[in-house]
């Protein structure tokens, strides 16, 4: 059983960075494909990023700022986040699949990865 395991949230001002981490045990970071999501209080989640075999896709409103890498030593995938702005703010959560997809715009779909963690909350201040 794959299980994943957020850290690096917390509290910064706008304009500032952020590094979040997300350790995979029971499978490897090389073998799935892993994303990260977000969620702010009342609202839906939010595709930020996947990195696939095929490619690594962002969402709109984080490229240029955010950057996923994975780290296949240490079993850990990262989000670095510059230049965070308020609207931001939220949980994130780190997400894997076994699979690829046929279609880039699938890996957007929250529904379509089978593993999750716990979430981690960032919380920008303006």
């Known amino acids: 059983q794959v299980q994943l395991v957020e850290s690096g949230g917390g509290l910064v001002q706008a304009g500032g960075s952020l590094r979040l981490s997300c350790v995979v045990s029971?499978?490897?970071?090389?073998?799935?494909?892993m994303g990260w999501f977000r969620q702010a209080p009342g609202k839906e989640r939010e595709f930020v990023v996947a990195?696939?075999?095929?490619?690594?896709y962002y969402g709109d409103s984080v490229k240029g700022r955010f950057t996923i890498s994975r780290d296949n030593a240490k079993n850990t995938v990262y989000l670095q986040m510059n230049s965070l702005k308020f609207e931001d703010t939220g949980v994130y959560y780190c997400?894997?699949?076994?699979?690829?997809?046929?279609?880039?715009?699938?890996?957007?779909?929250?529904?379509?990865?089978?593993?999750w963690g716990q979430g981690t909350q960032v919380t920008v201040s303006s």
């Open positions: 997400a894997a699949r076994s699979s690829s997809l046929s279609r880039t715009y699938y890996y957007y779909d929250w529904g379509r990865y089978d593993y």
């Open positions: 029971g499978g490897t970071v090389n073998s799935h494909v």
């Open positions: 990195i696939t075999w095929s490619g690594t």
